[in-house]
Each structure stands twice: as structure tokens, then as C-alpha cells.
């Protein structure tokens, strides 16, 4: 019998980190995400709000994804990019990115730059990662063949941050694929990585 679906209620909790399931009201945080160029570094970053709700509604679709928007926990201190620490109040919950899988078993993630080179991006996606096969022990449903025994993210290899992201938790080189640069028109050799369940592989 194939698992039953987790209700959008679902909330994972890391040392640092709340994860819930993505709603239609983070419209706004996804396109502070999605409007950016630096997050946004080989496609056209979003222009309108309305791009990032079409984006949004892919997240929380019913075929093959299982998204989540990251929060810092209350109380958490934020290293800004002059060096000071922002801590944020025990009454707020600061938005800081999305993790999950966008189309699975690829899993992927967008995190705002003021946050970045904390770990967090590490954190997050160790604890999608066990959150994962907690809940589908036997892989996503609909999920076939050895497709339910790993995960996988597509990267470019020029991102840095990125690849270290997915080799602390555990993705290895798989293959080689090419992608359209939206921006230039040319195509662009790009790295799939992927870690399997424990006892496969």
C-alpha cells in the first residue's frame, strides 16, 4: 500500500531551522527569492509576482513534489554582510529560503544571500533528507524502479556553494546533463549529483 500523502500541516524542526510545507500566502518571500539575480544566476529572475505564484503552485502540486519554506527558528542570530549579528525576536520567524523535492527525486533549493555561507542551505536539506525517507520509506508514490531508493539535484559545477551543499550531505557525481541558459540562448553543461537511501546503492 503506497504511504499516505502528509497534510500541508507538516513542519520539520533542525537544530536552527523550521521547515513547513509551502503555501499560496509566501508568494511574496518566493519572489524576494526568485526576483533576485543572484539566486536566479542562469535563468531570467522573476519580474513580476505573478511569475513567482505560477512557481508557487508548481511547488505545491500533486504530482511529484514535496516543497518546503525555511524559516530561522525564534531567537536565531543572523550574520549580516558587514559582519554584525541580527537576532531575531522570540515573536518572528524569519523566511530565509525553500527546500524540497521540485520534481522528485530531484530535490533542489533557493536560499536569500544574506544568509549564505551560515550552513543553513546544509542544514536544511539534511533535514528534508531524513524527513524523507522517514516518511516514504519506500520511495515518493508513483516514484518506480531505483528511483525510489535515491535522491538527486542538478547543479551547475561554477557554483561553489552550492556543490559543497550536496557533497556534506552525501551526493555523489551520477551524470552529465545539458540546459538551455534561458538568459543567452546557448546550452550549458550541467552536474547531477545524487545520494541514496541507506543499505542502496
Not at 536565531?76 to 525553500?98: C, H, M, Q
Not at 515518493?140 to 557533497?167: C, H, I, Q, R, Y
Amino acid at each position: 500500500m503506497a504511504p499516505q500523502m502528509p497534510t500541508d500541516e507538516i513542519t520539520l524542526k533542525t537544530r536552527r531551522l523550521l521547515l513547513r510545507r509551502v503555501r499560496d500566502e509566501d508568494v511574496r518571500d518566493v519572489f524576494s527569492l526568485r526576483s533576485n539575480p543572484k539566486v536566479i544566476f542562469w535563468k531570467e529572475p522573476d519580474t513580476k509576482e505573478s511569475q513567482s505564484r505560477d512557481y508557487l503552485e508548481f511547488l505545491r502540486g500533486e504530482g511529484r513534489c514535496w516543497n518546503f519554506v525555511v524559516h530561522l527558528l525564534p531567537t536565531e542570530s543572523v550574520r549580516t554582510s558587514n559582519d554584525t549579528s541580527l537576532e531575531i525576536p522570540a515573536t518572528s520567524s524569519k523566511f530565509i529560503g525553500i527546500c524540497g523535492g521540485h520534481w522528485l527525486p530531484e530535490v533542489g533549493y533557493l536560499f536569500d544571500p544574506s544568509v549564505w555561507g551560515q550552513g543553513y542551505a546544509t542544514e536544511a536539506l539534511e533535514g528534508f533528507i531524513k524527513a524523507y525517507w522517514d516518511t516514504f520509506p519506500d520511495g515518493f508514490p508513483g516514484l518506480e524502479g531505483e528511483e525510489k531508493d535515491f535522491l538527486m539535484a542538478v547543479t551547475d559545477e561554477d557554483n561553489v556553494g552550492s556543490v559543497t551543499v550536496l557533497k556534506r550531505n552525501g551526493f555523489e557525481f551520477w551524470k552529465e546533463k545539458e540546459e538551455n541558459d534561458k538568459r543567452t540562448g546557448e546550452n550549458v553543461t550541467l552536474t547531477v549529483r545524487r545520494v541514496w537511501r541507506a543499505g542502496k546503492g
